[in-house]
């Protein structure tokens, strides 16, 4: 077993000395940067089980505060240290790190979302994964995936059609339309925890079938996206709805680029983060419309096209709006609308 691999099964593990009505603070991150036109997120990788979120234990004796505890627990199991990071959730449902009565104090898990320009090679047990290796059903950017009428709306359609009564069957079928954007709905970018959790109701999602041997209706399906540890993927489903909204009235996307870069690089980083494409022409009078960057005179010769003009994020936006952000969302098609 690899350091990495240790030290992460010695922060969710309990003290068998702690008192069984005892809570132990756990920290997770939610660590995202985009290359090469994908969002990655950072995971402890064990062979042979599911991945994690970086996590580990808040100690009061040596952690000054919450968040200095999570760089400190980061930088020692992949090295990195943590540049943006925000607090997400308090996570504290019973059982989600499957600890039986009796058998130790309960975990509660504050989660964060950090952001990295550029993903630094991963230590031994660390690796980057596209986040869309977990949520398939999120990424908008070429079409519909094709998983969603396929395999998530039937099931779905099963599930509230075996509702205990009228009145419930009628909520569930509100929420597959609203969460999936069925039957004339607009798909919602920003609705990922509200998709995953619907999914995991309905038992269509691995964690659901591990955590309470949930059985999907109508008979095992092909797997939805890849399991994660413990709530990890609850934890990082809320990550990406908090990046995708609060990129558009915060300029929290350029956190994800390198000091200067071309409108095209910027809006391939946005569509990569939002799931969604975006009419090229549209985004740049957008984002010049808000004063969001400006020329720096040089030209970039990374592609083998035409050169394009580089640009830097102007700071002197953060004085002069309130809300400054790159303001997309996604029409019925899951195409953008800017």
């Given amino acids: 077993m690899s350091a990495t691999s240790e030290t992460s099964k010695r922060s969710e593990?309990?003290?068998?000395?702690?008192?069984?009505?005892?809570?132990?603070?756990g920290l997770s991150a939610a660590i995202v940067s985009v290359l090469d036109e994908r969002p990655r997120v950072l995971v402890?990788?064990?062979?042979?089980?599911?991945?994690?979120?970086?996590?580990?234990?808040?100690?009061?004796?040596?952690?000054?505060?919450?968040?200095?505890?999570?760089?400190?627990?980061v930088e020692e199991q992949t090295r990195l240290q943590l540049g943006y990071v925000e607090q997400l959730y308090t996570f504290g449902d019973r059982g989600r790190?499957?600890?039986?009565p009796g058998e130790g104090p309960r975990v509660v898990s504050v989660g964060y979302l950090a952001l990295t320009r550029f993903p630094l090679e991963a230590v031994p047990g660390v690796q980057w994964r596209d986040w869309y290796y977990?949520?398939?059903?999120?990424?908008?950017?070429?079409?519909?995936?094709?998983?969603?009428?396929?395999?998530?709306?039937?099931?779905?359609?099963?599930?509230?059609?075996?509702?205990?009564?009228s009145e419930v069957r009628q909520i569930r079928r509100d929420r597959i339309r609203l969460?999936?954007?069925r039957d004339g709905a607009g798909w919602d970018e920003e609705k990922i925890l509200e998709r995953y959790e619907l999914l995991?109701?309905?038992g269509l999602v691995g964690e659901a079938q591990r955590d309470r041997g949930?059985?999907?209706?109508?008979?095992?399906?092909?797997?939805?996206?890849?399991?994660?540890?413990?709530?990890?993927?609850?934890?990082?489903?809320?990550?990406?709805?908090?990046?995708?909204?609060?990129?558009k009235y915060r300029p929290v996307v350029f956190e994800l680029m390198p000091a200067e870069f071309t409108l095209l690089e910027l809006?391939?980083?946005v569509e990569a983060i939002s799931g969604i494409r975006l009419h090229k022409q549209n985004f740049r009078r957008l984002v010049e419309a808000q004063g969001l960057v400006e020329g720096t005179g040089r030209m970039s010769r990374k592609t083998r096209g035409r050169p394009a003009e580089q640009f830097r994020f102007r700071k002197e936006v953060l004085r002069e709006r309130p809300a400054p952000g790159v303001r997309v969302g996604a029409g019925r098609s899951g195409r953008a609308q800017s």
Avoid at 135 to 150: K, L, V, Y
Wanted: hydrophobic letters at 40%; aromatic letters at 10%; glycine letters at 10%.
């Fill in 13 to 25: 593990t309990p003290n068998a000395d702690t008192g069984e009505h005892a809570v132990l603070i």
């Fill in 44 to 73: 402890v990788h064990r062979t042979g089980g599911a991945d994690a979120l970086p996590f580990g234990n808040f100690d009061p004796l040596s952690h000054r505060t919450l968040e200095s505890g999570l760089r400190s627990w």
């Fill in 97 to 100: 790190h499957l600890i039986r």
């Fill in 134 to 165: 977990f949520f398939p059903w999120e990424d908008w950017r070429d079409s519909m995936p094709p998983r969603i009428a396929s395999v998530i709306a039937p099931r779905l359609n099963s599930f509230a059609d075996t509702a205990p009564n």
């Fill in 179 to 181: 969460c999936f954007g």
């Fill in 200 to 202: 995991y109701e309905a």
């Fill in 214 to 247: 949930a059985h999907p209706v109508g008979g095992p399906i092909p797997q939805l996206g890849a399991s994660m540890m413990f709530d990890h993927r609850r934890i990082l489903a809320t990550a990406m709805g908090r990046l995708r909204g609060k990129m």
């Fill in 267 to 269: 809006q391939r980083t």
